[in-house]
């Protein structure tokens, strides 16, 4: 079993980069296809970006296409989503979540994640 535990948020103006890491502790991490999801205050937790265990497949959500881009480095242990041209409403606590290879389920879904990092927040200011 892998954990994971995220870090690079912080505070930024609109319009602005951050990039987020991902860091895994296990030798198993590359059977793990990996995403990252989001959270707004008072809202539901919100899939944003997934890399399989390879990295031949990547998906966004329709939001963030062409602003974000997902990564991953099996050497490090790590998977990053970089962030780019921030907005307001891309404010809320970002989680990487990871589920073994080949799972059947849909990979947008938290429910089809069993390993869950802690956090990291992101504030965007207008």
């Known amino acids: 079993q892998v954990q994971l535990v995220e870090s690079g948020g912080g505070l930024v103006q609109a319009g602005g980069s951050l990039r987020l890491s991902c860091a895994a502790s296990g030798r198993t991490f590359r059977s793990y296809d990996v995403a990252w999801f989001r959270q707004a205050p008072g809202k539901e937790r919100e899939f944003v970006a997934r890399?399989?265990?390879?990295?031949?497949?990547?998906r966004y959500a329709d939001s963030v296409k062409g602003r974000f881009t997902i990564s991953r480095d099996n050497a490090k242990n790590t998977v990053y989503l970089q962030v780019n041209s921030l907005k307001p409403e891309d404010t809320a606590v970002y989680y990487c979540?990871?589920?073994?290879?080949?799972?059947?389920?849909?990979?947008?879904?938290?429910?089809?994640?069993?390993?869950w990092g802690q956090g990291t927040q992101v504030t965007v200011s207008s």
């Open positions: 890399i399989n265990w390879s990295s031949s497949g990547t």
């Open positions: 979540a990871a589920r073994i290879r080949y799972s059947s389920g849909t990979y947008y879904s938290s429910n089809e994640y069993d390993v």
